[in-house]
């Protein structure tokens, strides 16, 4: 069973920057592919940025691109997810998630086995 534990949320104005972690209990993180997801108020949970298994392949949203960096460190257990040039419109509940049995990047919330609790991004205007 991995457990997942995020952190980093917090209020910040619009165009600042904020970092995200997502720290996995399970030794053998690296053979996991990774996604953060965000769940705006009123809204159904999106994709925001993954990696594959092997960390060879990294996606992300659209509405992200450019502006957010996702990275791992296997050695700390550790996906970050690297925020810049906020807008109001990236406030939400922001989850790391992760699955073993996973091919690729996978944009589909209901393919991830295991969720952390979630940390809140507010960015004010």
């Known amino acids: 069973q991995v457990q997942l534990v995020e952190s980093g949320g917090g209020l910040v104005q619009a165009g600042g920057s904020l970092r995200l972690s997502c720290a996995a209990s399970?030794?053998?993180?690296?053979?996991?592919?990774m996604g953060w997801f965000r769940q705006p108020p009123g809204k159904e949970r999106e994709f925001v940025a993954g990696?594959?298994?092997?960390?060879?392949?990294?996606l992300y949203a659209d509405s992200v691109k450019g502006r957010f960096t996702i990275s791992r460190d296997n050695a700390k257990n550790t996906v970050y997810l690297q925020m810049n040039s906020l807008k109001a419109e990236d406030t939400a509940v922001y989850y790391c998630?992760?699955?073993?049995?996973?091919?690729?990047?996978?944009?589909?919330?209901?393919?991830?086995?295991?969720w952390g609790q979630g940390t809140q991004v507010t960015v004010s205007s």
């Open positions: 990696f594959s298994r092997s960390g060879s392949r990294t």
């Open positions: 399970e030794g053998t993180f690296s053979n996991y592919a």
């Open positions: 998630a992760a699955d073993r049995d996973l091919f690729g990047v996978v944009t589909t919330p209901e393919n991830y086995d295991y």
